[in-house]
């Protein structure tokens, strides 16, 4: 176990090889890729099946399925799908992480107020306003939490993605220093993207979510 | 029909269309390397539960040396996990320094956590109980821990001043109180404990469902991948959904009651 | 169950509820239970209507059914229209709601609310506006356009409610015991300021209330209703002239009467 001035040292080392930032940044394009992608379509689901019924009795299970299965095997079948290419990390992203997208956005169509949807049903809104003015302003919390989840979760599966031979990126050297047994140069590329991530959490979440939230901030009465 | 009637209608259909859709695909693609349609993968599926696989091993000991090295590991971490989440609930001073602590596991991403432990334990089992270990046990202890605060002190309150024994509190007012919690982590943590065992079988520890994985991509042969996924995910469906579902009580249901 | 489209030349009235009966299906024993029975009122234009009645009596679905907005499963009987004046064919009724609770969009501003109903409403955006600033001044609001709701008190946010009913200028107006869930003093005080925004826009409302007071003090017709089945079992005209006090003598009276009736029914029915 190396000790934390060592670790140090292979950092200053790894970082300072300009060749380091290229590979960071190719596994964050992955992981944004993979972000956008299950918001999209976790959001969309997640609110179809909160919407209709049978939409959520038919996606459900697929959901459930869906939940199952390890990121290694979306890594494994994307490598024979596609052999060594982006799609790999990208897709096995966005197959495990959609699912957890649309289940919090799903909860969060439960928690709507009815009263201020049967309210705007009264004063005859289109369904498209009360989507855009009712519903998402009560969801914002959620689609936010998701994002937060779905970030948290995906750039840890990028990971596993790219260890299985796409050839760039942080996961790839991961394995390579595993393979040949560094623990040093492992944990100096795997704790340094830890840092930067955490990072990345604490500065862009918190500040979005005091801006954001403003209106729930009542004047004491 | 009635609502429930339809909702399973609907469940059944959604499971029949996937598969219409795979085959589907399957025909379009008309190249077995590529995918395989339901039919042939079911055809693998069979052929391997009735017969002896790679190295005289058939796939209900691999699956047996999964399922044994994941109950064995969840176990572990559960116990862990319970205990430590407690104490820090209880008491302050473990709050305290466990705190920086659990962070930090809780980051660390599975794939580094599994390389660790295989580096340090060797590619066996003590590899991958460590490797479960280390990203279970935290989150099992978070979910304890927030259980622990969140109980209800007039209760515990109301309990004394009765003078209630220990045993007493502990078996009618802890417990029921913590057993959400425990469902939830128990929920949870066998799925991450599965996947967690799948993945350092793939890195080369001998037997298991991993290994197969690994063993026929490497071969390039996707029946056998696809066949060994399906069957991974069967088991673990039936087991997740059929034995834990039943045994809570309280419903963890993501599916709803109503609809807006 | 009708809601009439065709504008009415001849008679003035805005809302007819004919017989309406309403009855709910017991999911359990596959029996029915009765919450409307033959239920008839009328509404006319400018007129302040009250239905008066002990809590649960289903006042409440009455207004829903009004409204459009009772989605239970069940059978009914009899029919409600609800006339437009306006010349434009095919378009429906305006309808304005005001709930016991404001149910405004939190996450709007006040401006915004109201704009959410002109907009669903189809109001000309060019109005908005004019909307907006007149009637918020006339519950007493001005100034208040870009304030949030959570930063106003129970009673102002049921004025921006009020504001928001108004705003869309509707054919009638239903008011669900709006002041039920505010203090005596400010309750009192919207009495009041509703009274005078009577004299001034002259809506048409069909008001719920369980107290009789405020009934005799606002209405025009009071419709006294029993519970369980819910049937109107008496019809009162208020013929005192705006501004009315309330420590008129007339209106006192009035409330007394109508106290005794219900007390009469309430007491034949146990």
């Known amino acids: 176990?190396?000790?934390?001035?060592?670790?140090?040292?292979?950092?200053?080392?790894?970082?300072?090889?300009?060749?380091?930032?290229?590979?960071?940044?190719?596994?964050?394009?992955?992981?944004?890729?993979?972000?956008?992608?299950?918001?999209?379509?976790?959001?969309?689901?997640?609110?179809?099946?909160?919407?209709?019924?049978?939409?959520?009795?038919?996606?459900?299970?697929?959901?459930?399925?869906?939940?199952?299965?390890?990121?290694?095997?979306?890594?494994?079948?994307?490598?024979?799908?596609?052999?060594?290419?982006?799609?790999?990390?990208?897709?096995?992203?966005?197959?495990?992480?959609?699912?957890?997208?649309?289940?919090?956005?799903?909860?969060?169509?439960?928690?709507?107020?009815?009263?201020?949807?049967?309210?705007?049903?009264?004063?005859?809104?289109?369904?498209?306003?009360?989507?855009?003015?009712?519903?998402?302003?009560?969801?914002?919390?959620?689609?936010?939490?998701?994002?937060?989840?779905?970030?948290?979760?995906?750039?840890?599966?990028?990971?596993v993605g790219e260890a299985f031979g796409v050839g760039t990126g942080v996961g790839q050297q991961l394995i390579y220093w595993f393979e040949d047994t560094r623990v040093d140069m492992m944990l100096a590329w795997g704790v340094s993207f830890m840092i930067l991530m955490v990072a990345i959490d604490l500065l862009v979440f918190r500040v979005w979510e005091k801006r954001t939230f403003a209106w729930r901030h009542k004047i004491a009465s | 029909m009635s609502t429930r009637a339809r909702g399973i209608c609907l469940r059944v259909g959604s499971i029949v269309v996937m598969l219409i859709i795979w085959w589907a695909a399957a025909i379009l693609m008309a190249d077995v390397e590529v995918?395989?349609?339901?039919?042939?993968?079911?055809?693998?599926?069979?052929?391997?539960?009735?017969?002896?696989?790679?190295?005289?091993?058939?796939?209900?000991?691999?699956?047996?040396?999964?399922?044994?090295?994941?109950?064995?590991?969840?176990?572990?971490?559960?116990?862990?996990?319970?205990?430590?989440?407690?104490?820090?609930?209880?008491?302050?001073l473990f709050e305290h320094s466990l705190m920086a602590l659990i962070p930090l596991l809780l980051t660390m991403p599975t794939i580094l956590m599994v390389f660790l432990a295989v580096l340090w334990f060797g590619f066996n089992e003590v590899g991958s109980l460590v490797a479960v270990v280390g990203v279970v046990t935290p989150f099992v202890a978070v979910n304890m821990f927030e259980g622990a605060k969140a109980m209800d002190k007039s209760l515990i309150d109301m309990a004394k001043s009765f003078k209630a024994d220990n045993r007493m509190l502990i078996r009618k007012v802890y417990v029921p109180q913590l057993l959400p919690y425990i469902f939830s982590a128990f929920r949870f943590g066998f799925g991450m404990t599965w996947k967690i065992v799948a993945l350092a079988e793939t890195f080369g520890i001998k037997f298991g469902i991993g290994y197969m994985f690994f063993f026929w991509f490497e071969q390039f042969i996707m029946e056998q991948v696809l066949a060994w996924i399906i069957m991974f995910v069967i088991l673990m469906l039936a087991l997740e959904h059929g034995v834990f579902a039943r045994l809570e009580s309280k419903a963890f249901a993501w599916r709803p009651s109503h609809s807006l | 169950m009708n809601i009439q489209t065709e504008s009415v030349a001849a008679a003035n009235t805005v809302v007819a509820v004919n017989n309406l009966t309403k009855k709910f299906n017991l999911p359990m024993n596959g029996g029915e239970f009765v919450?409307?029975?033959?239920?008839?009122?009328?509404?006319?234009?400018?007129?302040?209507?009250?239905?008066?009645?002990?809590?649960?009596?289903?006042?409440?679905?009455?207004?829903?059914?009004?409204?459009?907005?009772?989605?239970?499963?069940?059978?009914?009987?009899?029919?409600?229209?609800?006339?437009?004046?306006?010349?434009?064919?095919?378009?429906?009724?305006?309808?304005?709601?005001?709930?016991?609770?404001?149910?405004?969009?939190?996450?709007?501003?006040?401006?915004?609310?109201?704009?959410?109903?002109?907009?669903?409403?189809?109001?000309?955006?060019?109005?908005?506006?004019?909307?907006?600033?007149?009637?918020?001044?006339?519950?007493?609001?001005?100034?208040?356009?870009?304030?949030?709701?959570?930063?106003?008190?129970?009673?102002?946010?049921?004025?921006?409610?009020?504001?928001?009913?108004?705003?869309?200028?509707?054919?009638?107006l239903l008011m669900d015991e709006p002041f039920s869930h505010l203090d005596e003093i400010t309750a009192r005080k919207m009495r009041f300021d509703l009274m005078e925004i009577l004299m001034r826009a002259k809506p048409t409302i069909l008001f719920v209330t369980h107290d009789l007071g405020e009934a005799v003090f606002l209405s025009d017709e009071i419709y006294m209703m029993s519970a369980k089945p819910a049937r109107i079992f008496k019809e009162i005209s208020v013929d005192v002239p705006r501004p009315r006090k309330p420590e008129d003598p007339v209106i006192f009276d009035l409330e007394k009467e109508l106290v005794r009736e219900f007390f009469s029914v309430l007491d034949a029915q146990d």
């Open chain 3, 35 to 172: 919450v409307l029975d033959s239920i008839s009122l009328n509404v006319n234009e400018g007129q302040f209507a009250a239905i008066v009645g002990p809590s649960g009596c289903g006042k409440s679905t009455l207004l829903n059914i009004i409204a459009g907005i009772e989605t239970h499963e069940s059978h009914e009987g009899g029919s409600v229209e609800v006339f437009h004046k306006s010349a434009e064919a095919g378009s429906t009724p305006r309808i304005g709601y005001v709930f016991q609770n404001a149910r405004l969009l939190n996450w709007l501003t006040v401006e915004g609310n109201i704009q959410f109903a002109l907009e669903s409403q189809q109001f000309p955006r060019e109005r908005w506006r004019e909307q907006v600033t007149k009637y918020l001044e006339m519950v007493g609001l001005e100034g208040q356009e870009k304030n949030f709701p959570l930063n106003l008190s129970g009673g102002m946010q049921q004025r921006v409610a009020i504001a928001r009913a108004l705003a869309i200028e509707p054919d009638i």
């Open chain 1, 1 to 159: 176990m190396p000790g934390p001035l060592v670790l140090l040292d292979r950092m200053i080392m790894v970082y300072g090889d300009p060749a380091a930032y290229l590979v960071v940044w190719v596994t964050i394009v992955r992981i944004l890729e993979g972000v956008v992608i299950c918001m999209l379509i976790g959001t969309a689901l997640g609110l179809l099946m909160g919407l209709e019924r049978n939409i959520e009795a038919f996606f459900d299970s697929w959901i459930m399925v869906l939940l199952t299965f390890p990121a290694i095997c979306w890594a494994f079948l994307s490598v024979l799908w596609f052999g060594l290419s982006d799609i790999g990390p990208i897709l096995t992203i966005v197959l495990i992480v959609f699912p957890f997208v649309t289940m919090n956005i799903w909860e969060g169509t439960k928690a709507v107020e009815k009263d201020l949807v049967d309210m705007a049903t009264v004063y005859k809104a289109s369904r498209s306003l009360i989507i855009r003015k009712v519903l998402i302003p009560q969801l914002m919390p959620f689609i936010f939490s998701a994002l937060r989840i779905a970030l948290s979760l995906s750039w840890k599966i990028a990971l």
């Open chain 2, 35 to 92: 995918l395989p349609g339901p039919v042939l993968i079911a055809k693998t599926i069979w052929t391997n539960l009735w017969s002896l696989g790679p190295e005289g091993k058939s796939p209900y000991f691999h699956m047996g040396v999964t399922l044994g090295r994941t109950f064995i590991a969840f176990a572990a971490a559960m116990l862990a996990g319970i205990g430590i989440g407690l104490t820090m609930g209880l008491r302050k």
